[in-house]
Structures are given as C-alpha cells and as structure tokens.
C-alpha cells in the first residue's frame, strides 16, 4: 500500500531524449519548451548535462527514430508512438490526443514520421558538429 500511495503522490515527469541535430525535431523541441508550463518535461539531447545522456543518446542513436520518450516508471514509446503521450501531457493536447483514436491517424503518423526521421541525414545536414 505505502508503494501505490508513493506512486500516486509522486509528480509526473518525462523524459524526451531527442536528437537535436534534425532541424524539425530542433524545432519541435523548442515548441514544447514554451508550451511546457507544468515543467513535466525533461529534455535530453546530445549537449545535456542529465546524468544518463550518454547512455540515453546511445539508446537513441540505437534505435531507428530522432527521439523517444520515458515515464516514470522507465516505460518507453519511440517515435511516432511518443507523440500522442506528449500530446496529451500539453496544456490543449488532450483535445489533440483525441484525434489519435480516429482510425488511419496513427498509421499516418507512423509514415510521416518515419520519413521525417530517415531523413534526418537531409535535415541534419550541415547541423551537425
């Protein structure tokens, strides 16, 4: 009981690890900076001062997507799986996490996003150091 009564009282932070370098994930990262008034959100990128970054951007540099996302509770969401997770934690997202139940709108994230990321070599170019 006293570690549900914990985890009820602890606040909820996540986790965005992202690559930087990609100018659209750059520029979505700024965005919910400035939309983040609750402060739920850490970000982790490769100038961060966290203290698992490295260990983090290896995860990420790993994995076939630009960022991903981690609770609390050390669960993960990839990608075009982690949007709907953010969404839902910004001021107005609830409104738009709704639209993620519409069918065909998580397959069409999933593309648009696959694409966004495999090219991210397109959009890092000249970015990176």
């Known amino acids: 009981m006293e570690t549900l009564a914990t985890h009820c009282s602890e606040s909820l932070s996540l986790t965005i690890v992202c690559d930087e370098r990609c100018i659209v994930v750059r520029r979505l990262a700024s965005l919910l900076h400035l939309w983040d008034r609750q402060g739920i959100f850490v970000f982790v ?45 910004l001021p107005f997202g609830k409104l738009a996490a709704v639209f993620y139940i519409l069918p065909g709108t998580m397959w069409l994230t999933r593309n648009i996003y ?14 990176a150091a």
Do not use: C
Request: aromatic share 10%; no cysteine; charged share 25%.
């Open 114 to 127: 696959q694409l966004v990321s495999t090219s991210r070599q397109i959009f890092t170019h000249g970015a």
């Open 45 to 89: 990128d490769r100038d961060s001062k966290h203290a698992n970054a490295k260990q983090l951007m290896q995860d990420l540099d790993a994995s076939n997507w630009s960022l991903f996302l981690i609770d609390n509770y050390k669960k993960r969401w990839y990608g075009p799986e982690a949007i709907p997770i953010i969404l839902k934690n």
